[in-house]
């Protein structure tokens, strides 16, 4: 069976005068998945959601997204995705249901108000439908945006950032709407600073690193890819130099620290290190130890370890 | 129904709704011009040398095109809203006609407008202003005022989207309010210094006036002013189709590929 892509793009390029803020995207999301595009600030991510969404026109390269051509065939294009984010949003001037009635009617939705009714419905909205938009708290303002963008029942969902700055209770609503959309077979491209988003939702990952995807694929690749994190506490703060040069000396990597909880840790890819000898080695060292542990990374660390990020996002 | 027709009833609409929304606002703008008909009428006509009754009556047509040519201001704070907010990139988002969100804008406005004029009028019929022409001159008046606000309404859509921030907007639009200064909405221009006359001749907001205080009957076409002056009916025709003729296609141009 040949997998059908909802996104697929080869080289899309994009430049802002001498800022080149796409440099070849090649981007592929096989339909009814979620994937995370995840990057540090100004890597692009937002560039490439707006191309991908016909709101910038590339300089170069192409992509089909729901099979179709994103310049030659933009309106077919706009028919079949939704798009919510930090750019693109409601009204605050008009109340959650005028603003869903507008965007059904400009959809061409049969029944405008009562699409709208449902969808307020869907949203916990109903309550506060008729008041304005810009009175709404952050996590409604974002349900409604969602909502928006849901008119049609797109087959391509384009979330940028959408749990930027929300409360974790309306952090959550948000990530349960989107497994649902995912169950009902909708394709989610969704844009994150947050690793523990794209880990809870995303069947791939895509890093995105100076304009173009640095690596590809499912969170537990991307995480075999670099390796396991090797991780000491030792009693006092003293002692964390010496136990960061034994870590260095075993793993090769330059070791991070947790200064407040007197941790120091280090990714290793070699398969000889292992937790017995981690421990035999610090403690000839004079290591005073008080916990060590070997895990699977976070996305955290494939996320520094991959791109040139100095400091962790979210 | 074609595409931009439906599209741009439905913009009309959400523009109409936004007001209905907030009338606080519509209310307070269109009092504005209100509160400069009775402060300069009775201030500044008490201190001409023309009679104030004259000046007052001469005041209504002026203030109707100043406040007309406050379409600029009033586009460019709405179009960049929307297009800070992010409400005109959801929109570019959407299966649907590009030129129908400029033209809903500048449509709602003219409505909105046009119900505005009924209490100025009422107002300055009240300090002591008549239609001394036709009732059919009258009628002209009135929709040469609404096109030139309709051609207005198009420089700010313009101005509004090419603009970097809301409060850049806010400050460029604010400073409109100096484009009838230079005109002879306010004052006759024949005693200006010649270059300065030519220069407020030329503004369009002179040419319209002139036009309206013609066909209501106020006040004669000044002799020996600049073409679009003495000829104020052609000159405010060509005029609004000129702006309409470059802001419009602008803007819409503007909206559909805003790469910033």
Not at chain 1, 60 to 65: L, P, Q, T, V, Y
Not at chain 1, 104 to 130: C, I, K, N
Not at chain 2, 42 to 63: C, E, I, K, T
Not at chain 2, 143 to 153: D, K, N, T, V
């Amino acid at each position: 069976m040949t997998t059908t892509y909802a996104v697929l793009s080869e080289g899309l390029e994009k430049r802002f005068g001498a800022v080149h803020a796409v440099r070849g995207l090649d981007l592929a999301v096989a339909q009814g998945t979620v994937c995370g595009v995840l990057g540090p600030n100004g890597a692009g991510k937002t560039t490439a959601v707006r191309l991908l969404t016909t709101l910038l026109r590339p300089d170069a390269g192409s992509a089909r997204i729901a099979g179709h051509d994103l310049v030659r065939e933009a309106s077919a294009v706009r028919r079949r995705i939704g798009v919510t984010g930090q750019y693109a949003s409601v009204d605050g001037d008009l109340t959650g249901r005028q603003n869903l009635r507008l965007f059904a009617r400009l959809h061409r939705v049969r029944g405008p108000a009562d699409r709208a009714g449902e969808l307020l419905d869907r949203f916990g909205l109903t309550e506060s439908a008729d008041r304005p938009a810009s009175t709404y708290s952050g996590g409604m303002r974002r349900r409604l945006d969602l909502a928006a963008s849901l008119i049609r029942r797109p087959d391509v969902l384009f979330l940028d950032e959408p749990t930027t700055g929300l409360d974790p209770a309306s952090r959550n609503q948000i990530w349960d709407a989107v497994r649902d959309l995912k169950r009902e077979g909708t394709t989610v491209l969704l844009t994150t600073q947050y690793l523990e988003e794209a880990d809870q939702l995303a069947d791939d990952i895509a890093l995105v690193d100076r304009g173009r995807i640095a690596h590809s694929g499912s969170p537990a690749q991307l995480k075999a890819l670099i390796g396991t994190y090797a991780e000491v506490v030792v009693a006092h703060a003293d002692a964390l130099a010496k136990a960061a040069g034994v870590l260095d000396q075993l793993t090769g990597v330059q070791p991070s620290f947790d200064h407040e909880r007197n941790a120091v840790g280090a990714v290793t890819g070699d398969p000889t290190l292992t937790l017995p000898r981690l421990v035999r080695e610090l403690d000839a060292a004079g290591v005073p130890l008080l916990d060590a542990s070997m895990r699977p990374p976070t996305l955290d660390d494939v996320f520094l370890r991959l791109t040139d990020s100095k400091e962790p996002v979210g | 129904m074609s595409a931009l027709a439906y599209d741009g009833t439905a913009m009309l609409g959400r523009q109409l709704r936004r007001v209905r929304n907030n009338p606080a606002l519509v209310i307070l703008t269109q009092s504005m011009p209100i509160t400069m008909l009775l402060f300069f009428g009775y201030v500044f006509g008490s201190a001409l040398a023309m009679p104030g009754d004259a000046y007052r009556s001469y005041l209504v047509p002026g203030l109707l095109v100043a406040t007309a040519a406050n379409g600029i201001m009033t586009g460019m704070f709405q179009a960049a809203q929307d297009s800070h907010r992010g409400v005109t990139d959801r929109l570019r988002t959407l299966p649907m006609s590009r030129a129908a969100v400029p033209l809903g804008q500048a449509t709602a406005d003219l409505v909105v407008t046009a119900a505005g004029t009924v209490p100025f009028l009422l107002v300055g019929l009240a300090v002591g202003w008549r239609i001394e022409g036709s009732a059919l001159q009258a009628v002209a008046a009135v929709g040469l005022l609404l096109l030139f606000r309709f051609a207005c309404a198009w420089v700010g859509i313009l101005l509004g989207l090419a603009s970097r921030s809301e409060e850049a907007a806010g400050q460029l639009g604010s400073a409109t309010f100096m484009l009838p200064l230079l005109s002879n909405a306010y004052i006759p221009t024949d005693r200006l210094p010649g270059w300065l006359r030519t220069l407020a001749e030329w503004n369009p907001i002179s040419a319209v006036t002139t036009a309206l205080r013609y066909l209501f009957g106020n006040s004669p076409v000044p002799e020996g002013a600049a073409w679009p002056v003495a000829h104020p009916i052609a000159g405010s025709l060509a005029w609004c189709a000129a702006l309409i003729a470059v802001f419009a296609p602008l803007a819409v141009r503007r909206y559909a590929h805003n790469d910033r």
